[in-house]
Structure formats: C-alpha cells, structure tokens
C-alpha cells in the first residue's frame, strides 16, 4: 500500500493535468458516489464528512475528512479541512493508497471549478475575483487561470482584509500574476469576469445585481441548504449549471432562491458531465451569465485518486504509510 503526502499530491497533481483529465473521465462511465454527513454530537458547527465513489471493477475511493471552522483560532493554526483518502481495489477491496485527505480535497475541488470556467467562461476572460481567502483561495485561483490562461488579473475579497492582503501578496510573490486585496467586494464584482466563491458563508455575498453581462459565476462554499455565496437576484439573473446532479437539492444558493420564487429546479441548463459528452450545450451567446455550481461529489474524489495512482505507480509502490520520497 502506497502513501502519498500533501506536498507529493499538489506535486503531482497539476491543475494543466487534472482539469482534462476531469473532461476526459465524465464522458465515460460515472461512479456511483454516496456522502456521509455527521454533525457534531454536542451540536457544535463541527461535522465529520464521508465520501464513497465507486467505479465498478476498479477502483472504490473513500475520503474522510473533518471540517472543523474553528481550527484556524487555534494556537497553533491547524487546517480546517483535515483527513484522509484511502483508495481500494474495485476487483479485491485491497487497500491500494493513502493520501492526504486535505491536499486531495483542495485538488479536487478547485480543478472541478476549473473545469466549470473551462467549459462555460468566455475565452476572452481576464479578470478573476477571489471571494474567499482561506486554504481554498489559492488552488481557486490556480485552476481558473489554467483553464483561462488569458486570466492577467487576480482580485481578491476576504471579510478580514488582511488575509484578501496576504494572498493577493502571494499570488504576486509565488505566481507572478497582478493581484490586488479589495476593501469593497460590491466595487470587485462588476469588474470581474470570472467569480470565484470560497467561503462558509451563510448570508448572500456577490450581489446578482451588479454581475457584467458575460460573468462567470462559480460556487464553492455553499454546500448545506443554509448557507449561501450569492443572491436570488444572481441565480434568478445566470444560466444555471451543476457539477453534479446528485446532492444538489443541498445546495445552499440554489435552496434559498427556489423557496424565494426566483428559480425551479428544471431551470438547471446540465451537469458538467452533459456538457463535457456534448448531451447538452453550455454558454449560448457572449453576454451571458453563467453559473456554475460546484456541490462536491465522492466520483470527483475517485477521479483525482485515480491519476494520482497512475502519477505514483512507477515510484512509490508496496512502501508502508509514511511520507514519500520526492520524485
């Protein structure tokens, strides 16, 4: 059985790789996948998350992560999302790796966005507005420029403005791209071309009625029916696309604005499978708006585990659990 660490994972799993390899996958076969959420016995906002995606005779992938908001007030920091993704034999039920089960969700969940911009955004987008500064933010803003590489301008909202600070400033350090902190998150929105939220939020952010004809919306943070990323007035205003039919009645943005009246469950234009297949069309004219919802899916985490065990197979196989050697 094969370990890899975070470092290993964000190594070998580049955004230029996993985004058409995402494409690739969802026009075939989809695993089925199955999601766990427990809340926190005390009642707490704590919640411990399983995942099961399941491709018939090969592989079956587990990820079990906890999600526990207050980690970044501890002393020491400690990640917020933090767990492992264990991956079977889909012939045996042999246990065949183990990876970090943060790095994994980071990877798998900004290239999954990517793909959103990759198959909806307008070609010609330049500028990307981060909301949300957390350990999310920089993979986001990672694969949205892969997917657009004519992405030159990164903006960044974070509710505390020194964190917005500290990205933009290693955006600029580590990537070399123009990234600027914004005070004002209603003055960033309608200088966007692609929206990317990262937040736990659970009141409306980007308000719709400010989003320029031909944005890109992509939500991330909005997993449960009470929390929320954007208005009614965004949804009831964009194109509405999934990453995944499966769960999205969760959807916290999409909950709220069809009990407001503001949206109906058939408006949903596809799934990012339909769209990769060509079953159904993505954006139909320039000045459209575009959303794309990323609700998450235990088949993405099989996907990322499966070319992370064809990235490794050459170099770390049979090793017991412990860190990985650089390749």
């Avoid at 998350?49 to 002393?75: C, D, H, R, S, Y």
């Avoid at 999409?254 to 297949?277: H, N, P, Y």
């Avoid at 159904?280 to 985490?301: C, L, M, P």
């Amino acid at each position: 059985m094969r370990y890899v660490d975070a470092d290993l994972v964000h190594r070998l799993l580049p955004y230029q790789r996993l985004i058409p390899w995402f494409e690739k996958k969802l026009t075939g076969e989809i695993p089925i996948s199955e999601v766990v959420l427990t809340n926190e016995p005390a009642g707490g906002p704590n919640k411990f998350v399983t995942l099961v995606g399941w491709q018939a005779g090969e592989l079956i992938a587990v990820k079990m992560v906890g999600v526990f908001p207050g980690n970044l007030q501890l002393q020491p920091p400690q990640a917020t999302v933090q767990g492992l993704v264990c991956v079977f034999c889909g012939q045996t039920g042999a246990p065949q790796l183990v990876a970090d089960g943060e790095a994994m969700t980071f990877r798998k969940t900004a290239a999954d966005s990517g793909l959103g911009s990759r198959l909806l955004a307008r070609g010609d987008a330049r500028v990307l507005l981060v909301v949300g500064a957390g350990g999310l933010g920089p993979h986001v803003a990672a694969a949205h420029r892969a997917a657009r590489p004519s992405i030159d301008k990164v903006l960044v909202w974070n509710r505390t403005f020194e964190k917005a600070q500290s990205l933009a400033a290693w955006l600029r350090d580590k990537e070399g791209v123009t990234a600027k902190a914004m005070r004002d998150l209603d003055e960033a929105v309608p200088q966007a071309d692609i929206i990317s939220c990262v937040t736990m939020s659970t009141q409306p952010l980007v308000k719709g009625a400010l989003l320029k004809p031909g944005t890109h919306l992509d939500l991330v943070g909005s997993y449960l029916p009470k929390m929320r990323e954007c208005d009614a007035d965004a949804i009831a205003r964009g194109s509405v696309f999934v990453n995944s039919r499966s769960g999205i009645t969760n959807a916290g943005d999409l909950v709220q604005a069809f009990e407001a009246g503001r949206f109906r469950w058939k408006d949903i234009r596809a799934d990012a499978s339909e769209l990769c297949t060509g079953i159904r069309s993505g954006r139909s004219f320039e000045e459209e708006i575009t959303i794309y919802k990323n609700i998450g899916g235990a088949q993405f985490d099989l996907f990322t585990a499966e070319l992370l065990m064809q990235e490794t197979s050459g170099d770390v196989s049979n090793r017991s659990p412990g860190k990985v050697p650089d390749v």
